[in-house]
């Protein structure tokens, strides 16, 4: 068990939340486990246990006994996968919405890394114990293409590719309102600084994110675009375009409120992704349909030229 310290100091958002805080400081904890830590009396505020809605003042200091925690057992599941490609180095995925990727704070089983693992069992070799074969990621409700490494070279290249952004992506996405024919968001963001579940462009500690899209198809009150992230922060799609006024259709997180009970997914599909094969050298692409029931929403609002069906 390793004990770290901070300083809560004035500028930092006075009067944020203790677990929010901590989730922005600790990046190698979820919030789940932030959280477990304070209900066991493993954070101190100023020498005293405090509760996670503790807020925080100039001055405080707070103190984490951090545990150390063991890669979840991961097991194989028969969970069907639509695979569009594989050779004995990457596989390449349609992942549906409503998959998670990979096992999280109240997610232990029913991932696609569970499913990676039935399918491809060599992959729990490569790569991040708690993450085998991953080198990305899409949101639970996100579908498309997703590629996988299956072997640890196609891993390192491919997280090369990545990292500088050799790798291309393209999404298609259902956005609210009537944004300019084409445009080029270069907001950074992180952190929400009072949600932790959230990501936004007002944080306290900015990454560069940068989105370009252009629009394919104009309704009344939606736009059909086509969306090409340059960098790869978590929810930057979603964050930038809400940021912009104009929140994807169905997100629940980023958009405005919905009536109760609306269950509607996340119109957010990657649609195609480009990358050097990380051992024959030449570049491949992959391509994945729209879902019927976002194709479902496009031929509504062609048929009506009004809007998406009420919510």
């Known amino acids: 068990m390793s004990e770290r310290e901070f300083r809560f100091v004035h500028g930092e958002d006075d009067n944020l939340r203790l677990d929010v805080y901590l989730v922005d400081q600790v990046r ?80 232990h089983s029913g991932t696609l890394i569970n499913a990676l693992l039935h399918h491809f069992p060599e ?6 114990p708690e993450r085998p074969g991953l080198v990305h990621r899409l949101d639970k409700e996100t579908s498309g293409v997703m590629v996988v490494a299956r072997t640890e070279r196609a891993y390192s290249d491919l997280q090369r590719q990545f990292k500088y952004r050799v790798v291309q992506k393209t999404y298609l996405g259902l956005a609210r309102g009537r944004p300019d024919e084409e445009g080029r968001i270069n907001w950074p963001i992180g952190r929400h ?7 936004s462009i007002k944080t306290r500690k900015p990454k560069e994110a940068k989105t370009c899209f252009r629009v394919l198809e104009q309704f009344n009150d939606f736009a059909l675009l086509e969306i090409k992230p340059l960098t790869g922060r978590t929810h930057q799609i979603r964050v930038h375009l809400a940021a912009a ?24 599909h990657a649609q195609r992704l480009g990358f050097i094969h990380p051992v024959r050298k030449e570049w491949v692409e992959f391509f994945s349909p729209l879902p019927l029931e976002l194709d479902t929403i496009l031929d509504k609002l062609r048929a009506s030229a009004v809007r998406p069906p009420e919510t």
């Open 193 to 199: 600084v009072k949600d932790g579940q959230r990501f």
């Open 123 to 128: 992959v729990r070799r490569v790569g991040a």
């Open 28 to 107: 190698d904890l979820t919030r789940a486990q932030i959280q477990d830590h304070i209900e066991q009396g493993l954070v101190t505020v100023n020498e005293r246990t405090r509760k996670s809605g503790t807020r925080l003042r100039p001055g405080d200091v707070v103190v984490i006994k951090v545990r150390d925690f063991e890669p979840p057992s991961l097991d194989p599941e028969p969970i069907p996968l639509l695979i569009i490609y594989q050779d004995e180095d990457v596989a390449v995925i349609d992942k549906p919405s409503g998959l998670v990727v990979h096992p999280g704070a109240g997610v």
């Open 245 to 268: 006024g104009h929140p994807l259709y169905g997100d629940r997180l980023y958009g405005p409120m919905r009536a109760k009970g609306f269950e509607l997914r996340v119109f957010l």
